[in-house]
């Protein structure tokens, strides 16, 4: 699951400086002797370095959800949208910095305690700052990374594992988000032309004693290298939805051919989905078939729409379960 909040993440320059900026703080204190002071000043700054950097760092490291707290489905979204391996290996790196920082503050803070004169603990000390630097210089590739990240996973849709979850699919502008508004309280951009909806629409709907989810996802072609954003609906599909509503537009207004529109149906039917077709826009075309009619215009064929549909959930309920369940993610 993916956390509300993520952090979120400083550049490297920023730990940097605000590790150096938070040792001005260290008290002068009064000791007799030059050496006595400059080792107790010395190791309070480097103590007080490794604790901001380490915070600094250690926040980022346990505000990202990591792979084991994800879903089949959320995984799918971060390996399509950022490079799954990268980000395993970008949060790695930071637990990595946060141990070398410690190893190194803790090497040399012995090293001053046995320094001999002062400046042999400046040389400890400047050595700190040094490695210390560098280790998170190093980071910064990592904490950009996570940044562009985190804006991936904000936006990955929030899905309840209680609810069970209608999909609508379907070729781009035959009125995927126009369905979604008559069925739940959203009220997506809808638009004459493909390609509207660019993210995951997520709306409520109460059917008979239940509350269902609605997903209507971006518009998928029926061809064999798809974009990213159809990537993220064929992986909503394939893992979380347990109803998949496949809508084909007979009129052909979207400005797709019927026949390529059903080619998607069926190939979302051969990954074992439980998909009910429906063909919309019945106010301009009606074409001879068993399938469904609808029309978002006029609102003929919802209310048959939302029977079917829970005739299809319960069907699938017996059968075994959510998705969720039945993947045991
Ligand atoms: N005449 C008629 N037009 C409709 C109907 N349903 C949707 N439209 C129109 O079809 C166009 C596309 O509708 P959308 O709901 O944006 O389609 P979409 O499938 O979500 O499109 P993408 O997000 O681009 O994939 C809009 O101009 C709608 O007003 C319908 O039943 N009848
Ligand atoms: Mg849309």
Redesign the pocket.
Known sequence: MIPDKIPSVPDAKEIIERSFKDIKKVQNIYLPSFVGKLKSVSIQKIKLMEATAKKAVGRVYNGFPKFDDLDRFERDVLFIMVNGREYERSLNNLKWANSKITEFATNSIRGIKKAPNLTVIARYRSAFYGRFSSVIEDLDESLVFLRGAREVLKKVPQVSRQMRIVIIA?F???????LISKLTNLSPE???Y????KDINVGMMKMGNGIYEVL?V??LLNRRNHNAIEKVALAAINNIGDVVVCMLDPSEECGYRLEDQKKLCDSIKELGKNVLVVE??M??ERVESDNLKI???TGEGIEELKKRMEASIREGQNKGGSVFQRTGA
């Open positions: 379907g781009p502008n035959v009125g995927k988000s126009s809808i638009a004459d493909p390609f509207t909806t209507d971006p518009g919309n826009k106010d301009l029309s978002c215009a």
